[in-house]
């Protein structure tokens, strides 16, 4: 296996990308020099000037690559009008170049529990296929354009069974004194217009912002980093006019063995509100 950048094969470059080991130094990638990085295999960033980790958060954009995969459960409170909701999910992703990575969610479980007149409903949901591509990366930055789309692989029952493209926009920075910021603005389309009290249209931003307090080698509390993330969703086209805006404060710590923990809850600050306040468990485990 060549280790030269730009002998490698196509083989080559998938396998140290997706399972593999690249001892290659790391480079720059920016737009000007767009055209590199498509046939070398993936290399993970240092971790920055300040040695902190890429890593997810709950509700957040990410606009870094990373190989993981996040068993995932959350639990919405209902409100007065609506049903408590639970989620079993899984993400996957997993680079496949440097300038390239591939991210899977699976919803193995939705369900909507018994309220007033609404009877309980379980379903398989949605799946989501989102193409990543790495537009700009440092040691300390990650940009990136991400192409969701969602497939019709649930139910109408439990509000699934919906096509929507998301195209947009995902950045993370590394700051001073161990905080980080990171954001993404994008769209929600749905080609077949309308669907029940869906949006046909919806512009999604997000914003946050997190400090790392302790060392990686401080597990099973390393990296630990509080954060708060913020997110507005306006919808546009059909349909009425809403605005939505919600704060999501958690917590990631890293446990060991490749695996951390991380936390979130959702909660609604705009009238009137769809849900309670919902809790987001995350396990994840890299390689």
């Not at 996040?70 to 079993?88: E, I």
């Amino acid at each position: 296996m060549s280790s030269t950048p730009g002998s490698y094969s196509l083989g080559d470059i998938l396998y140290l990308s997706a399972i593999g080991t690249n001892k290659t130094p790391f480079t720059r990638l920016g737009l000007l020099n767009f055209g590199e990085g498509w046939l070398e295999p993936w290399i993970p960033p240092p971790n920055g000037e300040l040695h902190l980790q890429r890593g997810g958060w709950v509700n957040t954009a990410s606009g870094f690559f990373s190989r993981e995969i996040d068993p995932a459960f959350t639990f919405t409170a209902g409100t007065s009008g609506t049903r408590d909701a639970y989620q079993g999910a899984a993400s996957l992703f997993v680079p496949l170049n440097r300038r390239l990575q591939i991210g899977l969610f699976v919803p193995f479980v939705d369900s909507l529990q018994h309220a007033g007149s609404s009877p309980s409903e379980t379903s398989f949901g949605d799946v989501i296929v989102a193409p990543q591509l790495m537009l700009e990366e440092t040691e300390t930055l990650s940009l990136s354009a991400l192409f969701a789309i969602r497939t019709p692989t649930g139910e109408t029952k439990t509000g699934n069974d919906r096509t929507v493209l998301t195209p947009s926009l995902a950045i993370w920075q590394d700051l001073p004194a161990g905080w980080q910021w990171r954001g993404g603005v994008g769209m929600d389309f749905s080609p077949n217009g309308r669907e029940g009290p869906f949006p046909d249209e919806n512009f999604n931003l997000n914003l946050a912002a997190g400090n790392t307090l302790t060392r990686h080698e401080a597990a099973p509390f390393g990296d630990l980093t509080p954060y708060l993330s913020a997110n507005l969703n306006q919808f546009l086209g059909g349909g009425p006019n809403y605005t939505f805006f919600s704060l999501t404060p958690g917590i990631r710590f890293f446990l060991g063995w490749h695996t951390y923990f991380i936390t979130g809850v959702n909660v609604p600050v705009t009238n009137p509100k769809p849900f309670l306040p919902g809790l987001t468990a995350v396990l994840s485990r890299g390689w």
